[in-house]
Structures are given as structure tokens and as C-alpha cells.
């Protein structure tokens, strides 16, 4: 096996040092055991987590998670902290999909009291909430609205009824990172925003109904409002055409800027401009539109959920009845304070398909949770279980407060269609009891859960780890997959 | 696919990726053009009607000009809801682009296309013209 400079330095974790390459400025550790560190040497991420390592500002380490696996510019799992006062940001740290993001909502009633409603509820889960390619929602936004949505983010679905006070407090940064202006976005970008409000998108986005199995944790789980064989809903989704717009424009206009310093890339994804440069401050602010519009938008999708919800009970469910236990976004640069090494530090951090993780005791976290911790969702592949974490002091030192987000992909999605067709497989989690909705059997294909590593071993490495540790898990039952 | 098309797909981990040759660099840009078309999987509409769209565009060099031209592509794919038919270059330079896309509207794409990206792209010469492989972010 390469391990392209990497060397085991603790039971989960891997580091290659500052001096493996010229261009590094730190070294580069990846949290991972023996196999997912084998997987990881298998593509280009372990090269791009070094290639991060060039970035300048960098501070402290280029981190990857164990869902490592190839990405653009940062690998898929990645975390970056650079000096906010003289260091940069990457849109390749943040990625296309701006705030890609999944919120777990948790109910009053089991899995098995609901299961006689499963079916009908999946079917107007379905109908209500528009999935898919290029779906357009029933939400047409005018300009003002649209500077709304994207300035305010949550708050926005909250003046109009869509969100509960409750739903804001539950939202990594109240659903609002500030400095949005959508003088910042183009056209373009501002273009597709009107219409997508309130829509799941397609890939691997997905709304999946599912069951808590265990609980690890019994004091966390109290705390979230957890209990074995509660009925859950995870929602995964972003901020849809607008945000990989953005994104779009920002890595076109950092190459320009790039080539025009002179800086030298060690790869083009990783373009990137100072953080107090005019271009910096303009990513930032478009960036933050598409992160109030990711969570504008899951939102809105939760209200179709509960509204949902309601119907195949016959009654109307409020927030309290299928209540939102937390909202997590994965792909993200964020302003943030952290003390590394007894010295405050203001920093830049990106997250790119990895998840704020923050201890107990922080201001960030709302006060239910202040004095466990904040939680971390993790879903798994479509058909397999997922987790749910709680961040830990142990991540604030260790990894800017951040763990994984996901099961992390291990095959190609064209490898995935030739293992299995669409119609086959979603007969085969028939079998296993789990209800399908989607509008695209080879998007399903490519979904499927062999396409993706075990979130069990993801997560028990994270756990091992220390940066964020088991609270829950639950077991899907119906998916809609975008 | 055909490979006279000038394109097949390549394995890549999270994504999509596209091998694309040409004899010539505009042959290569079709070829990546209808790969990205191909890719999409737009479908014919009963009412469609035809529309061309004229594209200028400017890069600081030869990869950044295939990613904008690939990106102004799914824009109008996306966002116009055009399924691009036929490509004409009247103008390539390594920084420069003007041409005319003509398809027919309206198009349903059946697999989102977020972006073409830079990941490891280089348009090389080969023995046999030029190659790139593009990565999409899905």
C-alpha cells in the first residue's frame, strides 16, 4: 500500500509532516483506521489533503476526516482553518454545493405506531415536496424577496410561519451567517434562486423516514429529546443552483485574480483570495447568500414535512410534534474563534463535506444543549444505518471543533450503475423493509449502498477519536431520493 | 456512446468525468461540448423549437476557456432548458471563444450537472490531436 508520506501516529490517526513536500506550511493528518486509510490511498485525497497544506495562513493542520475521498481542491472530508486577518479563503474548502447541509427532525410517536401511515405519508412526501432535477418549488421569489431570503436566511421562514423559535435556535448559526449581500451574487446566481426554494435537489439529496435503534448515550440522548423506537426524518439538501453558481463565479474570478498575483497553485480548485482582499469579501458575502438560502430552503422543507405529517394523522402537527433536534451544515467557510495552543485565534474555517463538531459550554450551541454538546448528524448511504454524534472539547483542540458528515463515497457512479440496476436494487431494500421514492432508477443506482464505505466504521473512528461521540442511531424505513 | 462522438466517461469517485479528444482544439471544445450535452441526459420535447445562442468568452488560458465554455453550456441547458444539437466556433484562441450554440427548447435534463471544474485538468497534445479529461461536480 503507498502511504504517500503518511505515517501512523495514533490508533486513528494518520500525519505526514511539513517537510514531506516543499510547498506544505503544516503537516497534514487524516482520522482514520487501518482500512479507511488504505481506501483513502486508493484515489487523489490524500494528495489533495496535502495540497491543502499549501494554503497560505494556514494554521495548524490540514485535516481530513475518515468519509475521506477525492474531491475538488479539498478533498471530500477536509477541514482548513486560516488567519482571518492575513490568510485566505478557497472556494475549493467550501465546495459547489454551499451549505449542503441535513437536519434531523424528531417525533412524538414510534416507528411502530406510524408504520400503518408509512406508505401514504412517503406518497405525499413525494408530491409535496418537488425533488429532482431542475424542479422548481411553488415559492416564486421577486427580487426583494429574494434579498430577504438571502440576507436573513432562517429568519425569513420564520416572519412568514414557516419555522418556530424553536426551529432558529436549532440551526447552526441560528440559520443565518451575517454579511450576506446579494450585491455580491450575479445575475446568474440570483436567477436561479428564484424559483428552488423549497426543493430537494437530486444526487445523493434525500428525505429519509426512518427509526432510533439504539441509544449510546442515554444522557446526551435525553438531552436531543431521543428515545428507542422514535420515529425520525432526516432531510438532505443545499442551496441548490444558486449556491454552485456562486461557486462557479468565485473559483472563474479567484483563477483571474490568481494568474494575476502571480501565486503559484498546487492545485486550481484551490484557488483562493486573501480573506480582507475585495474578492475575498465578495466570495464571503455571496457565500453567506447561499448558505441563508440553504437553510431558508431546508426550511421550507421541513414545513411540507410537518404539514405532511399532519395529514396522514389527522391532526395538525406543530413544532413540538416533530420537532427539529438539530440542523448541521457540511459544506462551509465560517469566521470562528478558537484557542489553539493557550493563544485566541480568529480564523477562517472550511469545512467541506466534514461537520461542526463544537464541545460543551460554548455560546454557539443553543441552551438545551450548551452543557452536552453540539449535536452531529451523520447519515449514512441510502438502506444503511445512520448516527447520531454529540462535538466534544476534544475536537476543539484537535480539529477546529469538526468530524465527519457522511459514509463518504468508495465507487464511481459509473462503477455504481454497472454493479446494479436502478429497478433491482430498489427491490432489494423493498425486501429489507425500506420504502423507495425517486424519480431517477439510475440516480438511485449510483446511490447505492455498496457505492458508499460503512458509516458505522466512519463513525466509530470519530468516536474512538474523541471529536465527536455516539449518541444514537437510527435505521431507515422510506427514502425519497432526489 | 460512439467514440467517432469524441468523449467517454471516466471513472471518478463522487462524480462524473469525460475523456475528451480532438484532432484540433475547436474539435476538442465540440467534443467536450456534446459530451456535456450527452451527460445531462436532456430529453427531446413534442413541442420543442429551435434557438441559437451566441457566446463570447474570455479566460487567462486554455482550461479556463474549456471550463467557461462547458459551464455557459449547462447554464443554457439548466437554465434555458436547451438541448444544445450543433456547435459552431467562429473565433478560438488559447484566451478567447465566440460561437453560436443552436439546439431546440424547451429540454428536460434528467441528471443535474452543478459545474465543469479544473480538477487535474490540462488540455495536452497527443499523437493523434489534443485530450482533456473534465470532472463535473454533481
Known amino acids: 500500500m503507498k502511504t504517500q508520506g503518511f505515517k501512523k501516529i495514533g490508533p486513528y490517526l494518520y500525519e505526514a509532516p511539513a517537510s514531506l513536500r516543499s510547498d506544505m506550511l503544516v503537516p497534514a493528518r487524516l482520522y482514520a483506521d487501518d482500512g479507511l486509510f488504505a481506501q483513502a490511498a486508493l484515489d487523489k485525497s490524500l494528495t489533495q489533503l496535502i495540497n491543502t497544506a499549501t494554503l497560505p495562513g494556514i494554521i495548524g493542520y490540514a485535516l481530513a476526516m475518515p468519509d475521506i475521498h477525492e474531491g475538488y481542491g479539498f478533498p471530500i472530508g477536509g477541514v482548513a482553518a486560516t488567519s482571518w486577518a492575513d490568510g485566505v479563503i478557497s472556494p475549493g474548502g467550501v465546495g459547489y454545493d454551499i451549505n449542503c447541509g441535513v437536519r434531523l427532525l424528531c417525533s412524538r410517536v414510534s416507528a411502530a405506531e406510524f408504520q400503518p401511515c408509512l406508505q401514504a405519508f412517503l406518497r405525499l412526501l413525494y408530491q409535496a415536496i418537488p425533488s429532482g432535477v431542475g424542479e422548481a418549488g411553488e415559492i416564486r421569489l421577486k427580487q426583494a424577496d429574494l434579498k430577504a431570503v438571502l440576507e436573513q436566511g432562517s429568519e425569513w421562514t420564520l416572519h412568514r410561519g414557516l419555522a418556530t423559535i424553536a426551529d432558529i435556535a436549532h440551526t447552526e448559526d441560528g440559520g443565518c451567517l451575517p454579511g450576506a449581500d446579494i450585491s455580491a451574487l450575479s445575475e446568474r446566481a440570483r436567477e436561479r434562486g428564484r424559483d428552488q426554494l423549497g426543493t430537494l435537489g437530486s444526487g445523493n439529496h434525500f428525505i429519509e423516514v426512518g427509526e432510533v435503534t439504539d441509544i449510546y448515550d442515554a444522557t446526551a440522548a435525553a438531552a436531543f429529546g431521543l428515545w428507542k423506537g422514535q420515529l425520525c426524518i432526516w432531510l438532505h439538501s443545499g442551496s441548490r443552483g444558486l449556491g454552485h453558481q456562486v461557486c462557479t463565479d468565485a473559483v472563474n474570478t479567484m483563477q483571474r485574480t490568481v494568474a494575476g498575483q502571480g501565486y503559484k497553485l498546487a492545485d486550481r480548485e484551490l484557488a483562493y483570495a486573501r480573506c480582507n482582499s475585495s474578492e475575498g469579501r465578495q466570495y464571503l458575502a455571496a457565500m453567506n447568500c447561499a448558505a441563508n438560502y440553504a437553510w431558508a430552503n431546508r426550511q421550507v422543507m421541513t414545513q411540507r414535512v410537518r404539514s405532511c405529517f399532519g395529514q396522514v394523522l389527522g391532526s395538525e402537527v406543530t413544532g413540538a410534534e416533530l420537532r427539529l433536534l438539530y440542523d448541521v451544515c457540511h459544506n462551509i467557510a465560517k469566521r470562528e474563534t478558537h484557542f489553539i495552543k493557550g493563544q485566541r485565534l480568529v480564523l477562517c474555517v472550511h469545512r467541506k463535506g466534514a461537520t461542526r463538531a463544537f464541545g460543551p459550554g460554548l455560546p454557539d450551541l443553543p441552551d438545551d444543549y450548551r452543557s452536552i454538546g453540539q449535536p452531529v448528524l451523520v447519515p449514512g448511504s441510502m438502506g444503511t444505518e445512520s448516527f447520531v454524534c454529540v462535538g466534544t472539547q476534544t475536537a476543539m483542540e484537535n480539529s477546529f471543533g469538526s468530524a465527519c458528515h457522511g459514509a463518504g463515497r468508495q465507487m464511481s457512479r459509473s462503477q455504481a450503475r454497472k454493479s446494479i440496476k436502478g429497478a433491482a436494487l430498489r427491490d432489494q431494500l423493498g425486501e429489507n423493509n425500506i420504502l423507495i421514492e425517486t424519480g431517477s432508477l439510475s440516480g438511485l443506482a449510483e446511490e447505492a449502498p455498496h457505492a458508499y464505505k460503512n458509516v458505522s466504521t466512519v463513525v466509530e473512528t470519530v468516536h474512538q477519536a474523541g471529536l465527536a461521540t455516539k449518541v444514537a442511531r437510527t435505521r431507515p424505513l422510506a427514502v425519497i431520493k432526489g | ?138
Open chain 2, 1 to 138: 456512446m460512439p467514440a467517432e462522438q469524441g468523449f467517454s466517461e471516466v471513472a471518478h469517485t463522487a462524480d462524473l468525468a469525460l475523456k475528451i479528444d480532438g484532432q484540433t482544439i475547436s474539435e476538442l471544445f465540440v467534443h467536450a461540448a456534446k459530451g456535456t450535452a450527452w451527460l445531462t441526459r436532456c430529453d427531446h420535447s413534442p413541442d420543442s423549437r429551435p434557438e441559437q445562442h451566441e457566446l463570447t468568452l474570455q479566460s487567462p488560458d486554455i482550461e479556463s476557456l474549456l471550463v467557461s465554455w462547458l459551464n455557459e453550456l449547462l447554464y443554457l441547458i439548466f437554465e434555458r432548458h436547451l438541448l444544445p444539437e450543433a456547435y459552431k466556433l467562429h473565433e478560438l484562441t488559447p484566451f478567447s471563444l465566440r460561437a453560436t450554440v443552436s439546439g431546440v427548447t424547451p429540454c428536460k435534463a434528467r441528471r443535474e450537472v452543478k459545474a465543469a471544474t479544473f480538477h487535474d485538468l490540462v488540455v495536452s497534445e497527443t499523437p493523434s490531436g489534443y485530450q482533456a479529461v473534465v470532472v463535473f461536480d454533481i
